[in-house]
């Protein structure tokens, strides 16, 4: 791992990221580096190109046929745009947790062990670190004595936290968040922002939201997207007390009240 200004170890470094649909560009030229232990805030207006962002942080983005991607997202040194870098290994580390909960249609334990069923992995194994990631995520002791009680059973914000369980069961650096409270009620937003901020002890959290108190209650870093471009990134009190670009500004005080 590299170092970066401050010192600290590099995760994954965005260099000059462009993404182009067809008749437009998503995103112009943005980069940004990610240290360990660490909760960036993303944010920015609708349509402004954060949830294409994160998307391009695991290569999800190669899922929407028609997007061209440039640039590079350099993971421990490595581009995973790399052709010879498989898509799949690259979600397994950089994870991806969504707006609405993907929750599948069988048991708790299932859908945490869905990732490491793909690995094939030994269920004793699979026991074990279902248990971890179910702890890590916030959720074990509300559902260890129901693990094969269907997931659909749960209420909005424990399926958040089971989707946070799946990620982590495979072992990543990153965790990716595309507005993964905005569909939850103050009680369950409240306990998956405890769930990230312990985990940003541990991985590197990459949160969008279009919650400025949520970004000033839990991220380190805020970086502000505007119609494609990075317009400003720094420490979270710094960006909403001392904005440098007036667009910060604008956004902060349209979203703060
Ligand atoms: N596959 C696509 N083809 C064309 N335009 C797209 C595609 N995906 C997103 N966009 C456009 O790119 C812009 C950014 O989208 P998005 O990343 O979803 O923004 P945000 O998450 O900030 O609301 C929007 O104007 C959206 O309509
Ligand atoms: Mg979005």
């Not at 067809?22 to 190109?49: E, K, N, Y």
């Not at 899922?63 to 590079?72: C, F, K, Q, R």
């Not at 990153?174 to 990230?196: F, H, K």
Request: glycine share 6%.
């Amino acid at each position: 791992m590299s170092g970066d200004a401050n010192g600290h170890d590099v995760v994954v470094s965005v260099q000059h990221l462009t993404v182009r649909a067809p008749q437009r560009t998503i995103l112009d030229d943005v980069s940004l580096d990610f240290a360990a232990s660490s909760l960036t805030a993303v944010v920015g207006p609708s349509g402004c190109g954060k949830t294409t962002f994160v998307r391009s942080l695991n290569r999800m983005v190669e899922l929407t046929p028609g997007l061209e991607v440039d640039g590079a997202v350099v993971y421990l040194g490595q581009d995973i745009y790399d052709p010879r870098v498989n898509p799949v290994m690259v979600r397994r580390r950089i994870g991806m947790v969504f707006q609405r909960p993907t929750v599948f249609p069988t048991s708790i334990f299932e859908n945490a062990a869905f990732g490491l069923r793909l690995i094939g992995e030994e269920i004793s194994e699979i026991e074990r670190e279902v248990e971890e990631a179910l702890l890590r995520a916030g959720l074990w002791e509300e559902v260890k004595d129901d693990l094969d009680r269907p997931a659909l059973s749960l209420s909005g914000g424990q399926q958040q936290r089971l989707c946070i369980a799946r990620a982590l069961a495979t072992q990543p650096r990153v965790l990716l968040l595309d507005e993964p409270t905005s569909a939850l009620d103050p009680a369950a937003t409240q306990r998956v922002e405890a769930t990230m901020q312990r985990l940003k002890e541990d991985y590197v959290l990459v949160l969008v939201t279009h919650n400025v108190a949520q970004a000033a209650r839990v991220s380190d870093r805020i970086a502000v997207l505007h119609a494609g471009h990075l317009i400003e990134v720094g420490p979270t009190a710094e960006v909403l007390e001392r904005p440098r670009n007036p667009l910060t500004a604008e956004f902060i005080t349209g979203r703060f009240s």
